[in-house]
C-alpha cells in the first residue's frame, strides 16, 4: 500500500530554517505529482510547493524565495527546505502525492512551529 512518512518538522524561532522530508513507498514515485501542504488551526488546508515528475515547481506567493522543494526519483524522497520562517508559516505539513487520475495520498503529517 502507498505510504507517505514525513519528517524534519519542529520549533524554531523566527528568521530560522527547516527541512522537511517525504519518503514514499507502495508507489511508482517518479510518475506522481507531489507537493506539500499545510493546514494551521481555524484555516483550510493549503498548497505550499508542489513538483511535477520532471520537476516543474509551483510556490504559493507567501513562500516564494523562501521554500524549496526539490524531488530526488532515485531514492523515492522529497524535500522542502524552508528558509526565513515567519510565525505565520507554524502548520501542520502534509505530503501529498497525486497520480495521473488526481488521487492523492497523503501522509500523517508534521507539526512546523514558529516561535516570534
Known amino acids: 500500500q502507498v505510504q507517505l512518512v514525513e519528517s524534519g518538522g519542529g520549533l524554531v524561532q523566527a528568521g530560522g530554517s527547516l527541512r522537511l522530508s517525504c519518503a514514499a513507498s507502495?508507489?511508482?514515485?517518479?510518475?506522481?505529482?507531489m507537493g506539500w501542504f499545510r493546514q494551521a488551526p481555524g484555516k483550510e488546508r493549503e498548497c505550499v510547493a508542489a513538483?511535477?515528475?520532471?520537476?516543474?515547481?509551483y510556490y504559493a506567493d507567501s513562500v516564494k524565495g523562501r521554500f524549496t522543494i526539490s524531488r530526488d526519483n532515485a531514492k523515492n524522497t522529497m524535500a522542502l527546505q524552508m528558509n526565513s520562517l515567519t510565525p505565520e508559516d507554524t502548520a501542520v505539513y502534509y505530503c501529498n502525492a497525486e497520480d495521473y487520475y488526481a488521487y492523492n495520498y497523503w501522509g500523517q503529517g508534521t507539526q512546523v512551529t514558529v516561535s516570534s
Open positions: 507502495g508507489l511508482t514515485f517518479s510518475t506522481y505529482r
Open positions: 513538483i511535477s515528475w520532471s520537476g516543474n515547481t
